[in-house]
């Protein structure tokens, strides 16, 4: 079953706009990741948030982590074209279930040059 | 730093035939998951491995089996095919065998079933 689901499922903008995506979750987790995929090719690691921060950033990337709300957002600034791709929410549980990664469906990103 | 690599790249089956699929995990990881992901969805976990053992399990049947070797590489194998089973099949290594470390995964195994 997927945990996480993201908001959009797609989104399209002009080059050097900025993308926000959501990813809501449903159980308790002790971190959140965004990947990366571009079409027909394997899922790159972006950014981990663990349960205890709420912001994060890496380079052009913000992610923000609200466990009240059980919800996460992904904020892409100054798109480029060869940011266009899907991009997954992927929740880390707690417990007995510590092992896994749970993903949402995605939010297709399309940057338009 | 060599990545996370799978074969083979395509594979088209029938119906009942089996298959496997290999991955070779990035060096000084010890942990391979396994994912099925089909068309236009997420990643659906299928099981992990962790130091050879298999550490925990999606909600697959018993006919998606798998090993690890002592190099940490890790077959996924399937029984049975069913139409179904046509997917990508992704594999992502890590260290330590929970979820709290980033993953690195393969470029798949695109699987068609006939």
């Known amino acids: 079953s997927q945990q996480g689901e993201e908001d959009p499922q797609a989104l399209s903008i002009q080059e050097g706009e900025n993308a926000t995506m959501n990813c809501s979750y449903k159980?308790?987790?002790?971190?959140l990741q965004w990947y990366r995929q571009n079409s027909g090719r394997g899922l790159v690691h972006l950014i981990l948030?663990?349960?205890?921060?709420r912001e994060k950033h890496s380079g052009r990337l913000r992610v923000t982590l609200d466990t009240s709300k059980k919800s996460s957002s992904l904020l892409i600034t100054a798109s480029r074209a060869a940011d266009t791709a899907s991009y997954f929410c992927?929740?880390?549980?707690?417990?007995?279930?510590?092992?896994?990664?749970?993903f949402g469906k995605g939010t297709l990103l399309t940057v338009n040059p | 730093e060599t990545g996370v690599t799978q074969s083979p790249t395509h594979l088209i089956k029938t119906r009942g035939q089996q298959v496997t699929l290999r991955c070779s995990s990035q060096?000084?990881?010890?942990?391979v998951s396994w994912y099925q992901q089909a068309l236009g969805q997420g990643p659906q976990f299928i099981f992990q491995?962790?130091?050879?053992?298999?550490?925990g399990r999606g909600n697959f049947p018993p006919r998606f089996s798998g090993l690890q070797f002592p190099n940490y590489s890790s077959e996924l194998n399937v029984n049975a095919l069913e139409l179904d089973d046509s997917a990508l099949y992704l594999c992502?290594?890590?260290?330590?065998?929970?979820?709290?470390?980033?993953?690195?995964f393969g470029d798949g195994t695109r699987l068609s079933i006939l």
């Open positions: 992502a290594s890590s260290f330590g065998g929970s979820s709290n470390q980033p993953q690195h």
């Open positions: 159980t308790s987790i002790n971190n």
């Open positions: 948030i663990r349960s205890n921060e």
């Open positions: 992927a929740t880390g549980h707690s417990g007995g279930s510590n092992y896994k990664l749970t």
């Open positions: 060096s000084g990881h010890n942990t």
């Open positions: 491995y962790y130091r050879e053992e298999e550490n």
